[in-house]
Structure formats: C-alpha cells, structure tokens
C-alpha cells in the first residue's frame, strides 16, 4: 500500500497562527485533515503526519505521526522522515491546508504510469513544481535530500532539478487539488473561517 504524507508543520504566520489543519472545510462539517485522511484511506492509501503535530492531539486518531529529520530544516525534513518511512513504499504528500484534495486526484497522482523518481504537477510550462501533491521514490531521493541537508539547502525546487520528475496530467481533478488556504482571505473567499474546537 502506497504512502500519504499529510504535512502538518509550519507555523502558520500568514493564517495568524491558527493551526490550518483545524480549519473547517468548505462544507463546514469537519476539520480540514481529517477530511484529507478520509480521502487518503478512500485511496487506499496508509496516511501518516508529517512535522508537528501537537495542535491534532484529537484529530486524525489512529493516524501515525512522523517529527521532521532532521528537525528545525522546513518541509525538507520532513520529507527525509516520510521517504525514511516509506522505504521501498511510493509515498504521496499533500498539505493539511489543501481544501480540495479528493479521491480522484489522490488516484491520478497514485497511479500515474511513471518510473520517475518524482511525478509532480505544475500549473503552467514555466511554473514552479508542486512538491506538497507528488510521488516520490525513497531510495532514489533520499540520497539527494542527504546531500542538500549536508549542504544547508532547503529548497525543494532547487530538489527538484537534481532529479528525474515526471509530469503529472493537469486534469480538472489535480488543478482543483492544487488549491490551498494561505490567509484569512483565501479562506473567505470561499466559506467562513472557522475553526475545529472553537466557539
């Protein structure tokens, strides 16, 4: 069974410090990572944490919890601890402010035809890759993360053109995935900004 990667770190100055995976999803009737753990287990994905988890004691129970390594190196950390998880596993990774991951993206991105060390989306020709919803081979990345760790570069761009990606379809599915909630405006845009457990 494939991997999913639920990125929960970060801390979330431009949303005012609210946790985003306590955010109420466009329906209003859940927080926003448990509705993606129920899309990753619709999958048949097995979803992990990934980073900080202590504002989700309650949320997402049962769902194994990975720190990033190592710690204090941003999301690069916390990819090393999935793809040192994941061993020969494909891993999948989303963020927890991504509103509009649904079974259907999970699927295509899942089940791409690709032997590529990475497959990732990209909205235009010339935008950047989305390394919070991509599939990534452990042995073949792993090594390149060591050597950006060893050499203090975090960026995952920068990851990227170190190693064979293949690009994934922007089907209507992965375009609506790609979607995320940055600020308190972003959220409005499309519902109320509530919060899971707050009056």
Do not use: N
């Not at 916390?78 to 963020?95: D, E, K, N, Q, S």
């Not at 919803?133 to 053109?161: E, G």
């Amino acid at each position: 069974m494939a991997l999913l990667g639920i990125f929960v770190g970060g801390r979330s100055r431009r949303m005012g410090a609210r946790p985003k995976g306590r955010l109420l999803t466009p329906g209003g009737d859940r927080p926003l990572l448990d509705a993606l753990v129920e899309a990753g287990r619709a999958a048949e994905l097995e979803c992990v944490l990934v980073g900080d988890a202590s504002p989700y004691e309650d949320l997402a129970r049962g769902v194994p919890r990975l720190a990033d390594d190592p710690a204090g190196r941003g999301p690069l950390g916390g990819l090393r601890a999935l793809l040192m998880h994941a061993g020969a596993t494909p891993a999948l990774t989303v963020a927890c402010d991504m509103p509009h991951v649904g079974v259907e993206a999970l699927l295509e991105l899942r089940d791409a035809a690709s032997r590529a060390a990475i497959v990732s989306p990209r909205r235009a020709e010339d935008a950047p890759w989305e390394p919070l919803f991509s599939r990534y081979d452990a042995p073949r990345v792993l090594p390149a993360i060591d050597q950006a760790l060893a050499s203090d570069r975090r960026s995952l761009q920068k990851l990227f053109r170190r190693l064979e990606v293949e690009e994934l379809p922007l089907t209507a599915a992965v375009l609506q995935a790609l979607g995320d909630w940055d600020t308190p405006d972003d959220v409005r845009a499309e519902t109320e900004l509530r919060i899971w457990g707050e009056a």
